[in-house]
C-alpha cells in the first residue's frame, strides 16, 4: 500500500528522510533531500508560501519524498494553483512504480484543495529528464510554454507542464 505523510521540522522520521539516495542518473535533475527539506522549512518559516513536504511509504517503508506548494498570485503561472517540486524516489526503489503512485496520490489530495482553490496542478522537471517527462505525459500533464523569465530566472530551463483539476 503507498501513502503519503506530510514530514515536519520535529519528525523522528527525518534521519531516514534525509538518508534516502538520489539515483546516479537523476543526480544533475534533483537536489537532496536533505537540501529539499531545509528549503520547505525556510520557505514556510518565511512565510513565502504554503509548502509541503510528504514523505512517500510503500509498505510501511520510506521510500522517497515529494514536496508540492500552492500559489494565489504567481508571475509564472498566473492562476491559483498547486505545483509539484521536482522530486524522485530513493535509489534502490527506482523502477517500482512509486514515482507515478506519489503523483497520483497527491493529485487525490490537492483536487480536495487543502490550501485553496485552484484550476491546476503544474510540475517542473529539467529538460534532461526522460523519465519525469513521461511520468507526467503518462499522467495526463501538458506541456506548457511558460518560462521563469516573470522572476529573473531566464538561466532556469526547466520544464513546466500544467494538469487541470
Sequence with gaps: MMELKKITLLDKEMKDCIALTVPKER??????????????????????????????????????????TYFTNSPVYKEPCYRILPFTVDRDSVGL?????????????????????????????????EDMAELFESLGFVKTDLDWSPIGDDECKDIIVRFAI
Design 97 to 129: 512504480g512509486y514515482e507515478k503512485s506519489a503523483v497520483t496520490i497527491l493529485l487525490d489530495e490537492i483536487r480536495m484543495r487543502p490550501f485553496g482553490e485552484a484550476a491546476a496542478v503544474f510540475a517542473t522537471y529539467h529538460p534532461d529528464d
Design 27 to 68: 543526480e544533475d535533475y534533483v537536489a537532496s533531500n536533505a537540501i529539499i527539506l531545509a528549503d520547505t522549512f525556510e520557505h514556510n518559516r518565511r512565510n513565502l508560501r504554503v509548502r509541503e513536504s510528504c514523505a512517500i511509504y510503500a509498505g510501511g517503508k520510506m521510500v522517497g519524498l515529494i514536496v508540492y
